[in-house]
């Protein structure tokens, strides 16, 4: 069990409950690309998690949008939920605005 908590892979696990095939190859093409698009920075180990956050939150906005996982009840909620993840987005620009400024 304690390699399991040295080991991030675990965390960058789609939960089951997205079944649609397009979404869960999507997330995993938004880690891969999100962490390439950062693989010249040191990353800790929260800065990585929010790149797991931000595609799994993703994910999770694209399927309520199309009525799965239960839907948005009503354009205040999926107001809400965007502005949460482009929260998220936003703090992962400026980590990497931050390390360009500084070249």
Same mark, same amino acid.
């Given at each position: 069990?304690?390699?399991?908590?040295?080991?991030?892979?675990?965390?960058?696990?789609?939960?089951?409950?997205?079944?649609?095939?397009?979404?869960?190859?999507? +997330?995993? $093409? %938004?880690?891969?690309?999100?962490?390439? @698009?950062?693989?010249?920075?040191?990353?800790?180990? =929260? *800065?990585?998690?929010?790149?797991?956050?931000?595609?799994?939150? +993703?994910? $999770? %906005?694209?399927?309520?949008?199309?009525? @799965?996982?239960?839907?948005?009840?009503?354009?205040? =909620? *999926?107001?809400?939920?965007?502005?949460?993840?482009?929260?998220?987005?936003?703090?992962?620009?400026?980590?990497?605005?931050?390390?360009?400024?500084?070249?």
């Amino acid at each position: 069990m304690a390699a399991d908590l040295r080991d991030l892979d675990a965390a960058f696990e789609l939960p089951e409950v997205v079944t649609d095939p397009k979404l869960r190859a999507l +997330y995993e $093409v %938004l880690v891969a690309r999100m962490c390439a @698009e950062a693989a010249h920075l040191p990353m800790t180990t =929260v *800065q990585l998690l929010l790149i797991e956050r931000i595609a799994f939150n +993703y994910i $999770v %906005l694209r399927s309520k949008e199309r009525g @799965e996982l239960g839907g948005f009840a009503h354009a205040n =909620v *999926q107001k809400d939920y965007n502005s949460f993840w482009l929260s998220m987005t936003a703090e992962f620009n400026r980590l990497l605005g931050r390390h360009e400024g500084a070249n």
